[in-house]
């Protein structure tokens, strides 16, 4: 089959491609990562902020949880061989939105 597309663009596509399934997911655990960390600065109300110490326990807990929830992400998505998968998409969105409601949820 001959394609009207030139092979150069079609690379170009393809490796575009590539580097999104790829490196999306580390991505996107990075900027919630670094969210995370500027978000843990506000101690929330206390009478004086500057005795409130950095809570690097929570933020590692925090971060470790996020990595959990990113690879699970990837093992049901697998972005490598996702192709309109929607079976697999609609299972990461369930877990996601029960993940949500657990963590968002009133405390």
Do not use: N
């Not at 490796?15 to 990562?33: D, E, S």
């Not at 971060?63 to 049901?76: F, K, N, Q, V, Y």
């Not at 490598?80 to 968002?104: H, K, M, P």
């Amino acid at each position: 089959m001959i394609s009207s597309t030139p092979k150069a663009s079609r690379d170009q596509t393809d490796l575009r491609r590539g580097f999104c399934r790829t490196y999306a997911l580390p991505l996107y655990w990075l900027v919630f990562a670094l969210f995370t960390t500027v978000a843990a600065r506000d101690p929330g109300f206390v009478p004086h902020r500057e005795h409130a110490p950095y809570p690097w326990v929570g933020l590692t807990v925090t971060c470790a949880l996020l990595a959990l929830e990113t690879g699970i992400l990837g093992w049901i998505l697998r972005p490598r061989s996702f192709d309109r998968s929607w079976g697999r998409l609609g299972a990461a969105l369930a877990l996601y939105l029960g993940f949500a409601a657990v963590t968002c949820g009133p405390a």
